[in-house]
């Protein structure tokens, strides 16, 4: 467990490919899950790769690997922008989270503007394009390699 880091997808990130690829690119999830595979296995770690549209589907997620874990990398697609109760279970966490957003989202509606996940966040990334989620898991190894008990989330 403590070799692998959660990579988590929220609402319609299941469509990615399909949905509003002007923005989001034609790269599918099934292409992501294949990039952070590669990048972790050159690392050392794994990777369990999840994605749920429902709220308690990403809050039973992050609660299996809040304690642990190599850390969590958390695209929560629309409920990053809504979710206390995500935000909570993420304040539980005792691993690194990055949130990693596909697109750029300050360039895009103010209400977009807003992350809850970013309260909680170690570390933020938008504007990648699916290399995002790439940097987040080397970024996760790096964290990795200075404390591997880290438990604060200042550093
Ligand atoms: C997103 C940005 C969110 O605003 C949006 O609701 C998504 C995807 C991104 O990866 O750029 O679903 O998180």
Same mark, same amino acid.
């Given at each position: 467990?403590?070799?692998?880091?959660?990579?988590?997808?929220?609402?319609?990130?299941?469509?990615?490919?399909?949905?509003?690829?002007?923005?989001?690119?034609?790269?599918?999830?099934?292409?992501?899950?294949?990039?952070?595979?590669?990048?972790?296995?050159?690392?050392?770690?794994?990777?369990?790769?999840?994605?749920?549209?429902?709220?308690?589907?990403?809050?039973?997620?992050?609660?299996?690997?809040?304690?642990?874990? &190599? $850390?969590?990398?958390?695209?929560?697609? =629309?409920?990053?922008?809504?979710?206390? /109760?995500? #935000?909570? @279970?993420?304040?539980?966490?005792?691993?690194?989270?990055?949130?990693?957003?596909?697109?750029?989202?300050?360039?895009?509606?103010?209400?977009?503007?807003?992350?809850?996940?970013?309260?909680?966040?170690?570390?933020?990334? &938008? $504007?990648?394009?699916?290399?995002?989620? =790439?940097?987040?898991?080397?970024?996760? /190894?790096? #964290?990795? @390699?200075?404390?591997?008990?880290?438990?604060?989330?200042?550093?």
């Amino acid at each position: 467990m403590n070799d692998t880091v959660l990579v988590l997808n929220g609402p319609n990130l299941n469509l990615l490919g399909l949905r509003q690829p002007e923005i989001y690119g034609r790269e599918t999830l099934a292409d992501v899950e294949a990039l952070c595979r590669e990048t972790a296995s050159g690392l050392g770690l794994r990777i369990d790769f999840r994605q749920s549209n429902a709220e308690h589907g990403l809050i039973d997620a992050i609660h299996e690997f809040r304690v642990g874990s &190599a $850390g969590i990398v958390i695209n929560a697609g =629309a409920y990053t922008h809504t979710s206390v /109760a995500i #935000l909570d @279970a993420l304040n539980t966490c005792e691993v690194p989270v990055i949130e990693c957003h596909i697109s750029n989202v300050h360039r895009r509606e103010a209400f977009r503007h807003q992350s809850y996940v970013s309260l909680a966040a170690t570390a933020v990334l &938008a $504007g990648f394009g699916t290399g995002g989620y =790439a940097l987040a898991i080397r970024h996760l /190894a790096h #964290l990795r @390699a200075d404390k591997p008990l880290r438990t604060d989330k200042t550093a």
